[in-house]
């Protein structure tokens, strides 16, 4: 039988690391960010709704946050 508290808290430090991932690669480089994710969304153009806004410091923490709390919600 499965710890549920292990899970969730295996699935919230991923979805963290994968969140701090993708901003980091959004940061650096937004266009190839786009492209790399594009690959993952079959049948949606990402690059026609990517926004030029830069990710602010609180956009980021208010995302980390909300990651890894759904995650633990889920």
Do not use: Q
Not at 19 to 29: G, K, P, Q, R, Y
């Amino acid at each position: 039988m499965l710890n549920y508290k292990v899970v969730c808290l295996s699935l919230a430090i991923t979805a963290g690391i994968v969140s701090i991932f993708c901003a980091v690669l959004v940061s650096i480089s937004p266009l190839e960010a786009v492209r790399f994710f594009n690959t993952w969304i079959h049948g949606i153009d990402l690059t026609l709704i990517a926004s030029a806004k830069p990710i602010t410091l609180a956009d980021f923490f208010i995302g980390l946050v909300s990651v890894v709390v759904f995650s633990i919600i889920v």
